[in-house]
């Protein structure tokens, strides 16, 4: 049989059209500036399957040109490029304009796979980048490469990343370190704070300009509704639902949730201070200036709502009175969330089909999680492979991988004795159910070790490691022997790793 037709023959940097939508929109939207770019530009990671989302060649990556264009020297026949405006509520709190402060969007393309802005992060200060410097740091740079490929790879909505360029440029954080660009590529990078910052000036018109432009291009049967702005809100918080779902279930903890970091289309969007779940605490803060603890894991869920009630407020407007929008994030984003969480943890904890004691056996299964703090991605990969039925005498030999996993293995006893009930009410042949498991429960995530480990060899100038987790957390679900090290817990030297905030 003859390989499939690619969707469209891979193309050079050059032949790349731009319809720059964004930019199409009236000139207070944003400010046009061309990049900063940096010195002498080298490449320190790309991301082939990127490259494929917007039809380039992915050889293009070793062209100097490539290097030029995607740190910011060099722009490309129809980019126009610029910074976008937007507001937000930081920490819960109104903090009024901030924008795209060190970030550049090159343009906008469409294709058969969709529509696509293409943008750099760190290419230099803004009229938005307020007393900061415009730039981002090697070492932010890969986290936020590393975890939109790896959410990408978990089937996750993200902004994805094309490449980080890095240039032997010092940058002034807790200590000197190098400079770097990351090219983020998206449908869009519009905001919540985007509605916020012309709801907040009372610019009826703008607004409204925004919310078309957003249901034109991408939400278009918003359009077949009596109120195209309350379907769009609709749809966000269904979107937004699902994402808090998706997180809560690989344990994915975004850091800053503020409205100006909230997606428009419900993509994880702006990677910070992010960090995944190890030893399981429900309470867990990733951010270290997060001193309440407002963006805990546990509170994620409760934070879109809030936020998405900002967004209610933004568009109040356009629905009708703030009481109509509130009605409409309440209508869906509950019942997504939900339902979705639901869906989520039955399929992690291989249950058949759905079933009256599900809510309380899944409250359980987190009491458990709570109170011995397991590592979570291991406790689920392991809880894969066990057999629904265990005869007494084996059992303690079976059960070993996971009841090792735990200090009081009676604990663990006792809930595996529930799980096995449970798998009676709505039983699965084990070599089904085991394989479901398997794609539901992945073996690879991007755990702060795994980046930190990445992070140490760049500042040497190696990629190599930054590559092979890469390419590892493409497949996160699939056993990859050759990189069985990186599913492991962390190794002494990552014992205890705090993770800078500053980017
Ligand atoms: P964040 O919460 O990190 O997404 O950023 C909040 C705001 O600060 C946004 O307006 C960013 O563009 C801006 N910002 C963050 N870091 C920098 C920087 N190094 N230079 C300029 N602006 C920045
Ligand atoms: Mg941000």
Redesign the pocket.
């Known amino acids: 049989m003859n390989a499939p037709e690619p969707a469209f023959m891979p193309a050079p940097l050059e032949a790349i059209v731009f319809d720059n939508s964004f930019a199409g929109l009236p000139e207070n939207f944003f400010t046009r500036l061309p990049p900063a770019g940096l010195p002498d530009p080298y490449l320190v990671g790309f991301s082939p399957a990127v490259a494929g989302l917007i039809g380039l060649d992915e050889q293009e990556a070793r062209r100097a040109m490539f290097c030029q264009v995607f740190a910011g020297n060099t722009l490309l026949p129809g980019s126009a490029p610029l910074a976008a405006v937007y507001s937000g509520h ?1 920490f819960g709190v109104w903090a009024g304009q ?6 550049h969007l090159l343009g906008g393309l469409s294709n058969q796979l969709g529509h696509w802005e293409i943008q750099l992060k760190g290419a230099g ?1 803004t009229p ?3 007393s ?5 740091v090697l070492r932010s740079s890969i986290r936020e490469f590393l975890c939109s490929e790896a959410m990408a790879g978990l089937g996750i909505p993200t902004t994805r990343a094309l490449c980080i360029v890095g240039a032997d440029l010092g940058v002034r954080r807790e200590e000197i370190e190098s400079a770097a660009v990351v090219t983020r590529i998206a449908e869009s990078f519009v905001r919540f704070g985007s509605f916020e910052h012309w709801a907040s000036r009372e610019k009826n018109g703008e607004l409204k300009r925004l919310a078309d432009y957003v249901i034109d291009t991408f939400r278009p049967a918003c359009r077949g509704f009596d109120n195209p702005y309350a379907a769009l809100l609709a749809d966000v918080s269904t979107r937004t639902g699902e994402l808090m779902a998706r997180w809560m279930a690989v344990g994915f903890m975004h850091g ?1 949730m ?1 409205t ?2 909230m997606s428009i289309l419900g993509l994880t969007l ?1 990677y ?1 201070p992010f960090g995944f779940m190890e030893a399981f605490d429900a309470g867990h803060i990733c951010n270290h200036s997060d001193d309440h603890g407002r963006y805990t894991y546990r509170n994620q869920p409760h934070v879109a709502q809030w936020n998405l009630y900002r967004l209610a407020d933004a568009l109040a407007t356009l629905i009708g009175k703030p009481s109509a929008a509130h009605a409409v994030v309440d209508a869906h984003y509950g019942e997504a969330f939900e339902s979705r969480f639901e869906q989520l943890m039955r399929a992690k904890l291989g249950l058949a089909a759905a079933h009256e004691s599900d809510e309380d056996f899944i409250g359980e299964t987190f009491a458990l999680l709570q109170q011995h703090r397991p590592d979570f991605t291991l406790f689920f990969r392991t809880l894969s492979r066990l057999p629904a039925a265990v005869n007494p005498e084996t059992q303690a030999k079976i059960d070993a991988p996971l009841r090792d996993q735990f200090i009081d293995r009676s604990a663990c006893d006792v809930w595996l004795a529930s799980w096995r009930a449970r798998q009676v009410l709505t039983p699965w042949p084990d070599s089904e159910r085991q394989a479901a498991m398997l794609a539901a429960n992945p073996k690879y995530i991007l755990r702060n070790w795994l980046a930190e480990a990445a992070i140490r060899q760049a500042k040497e100038k190696d990629y190599s490691e930054l590559a092979r987790i890469q390419l590892c957390l493409s497949k996160p679900f699939e056993e990859q022997p050759e990189f069985e090290a990186y599913a492991a817990l962390p190794p002494d030297w990552a014992q205890g790793l705090e993770v800078s905030c500053s ?1």
């Open positions: 930081q901030l924008g795209d402060g060190r970030a200060k938005y980048s307020r900061a410097d415009g730039r981002a800053v503020n100006d970091n702006d910070g980017s």
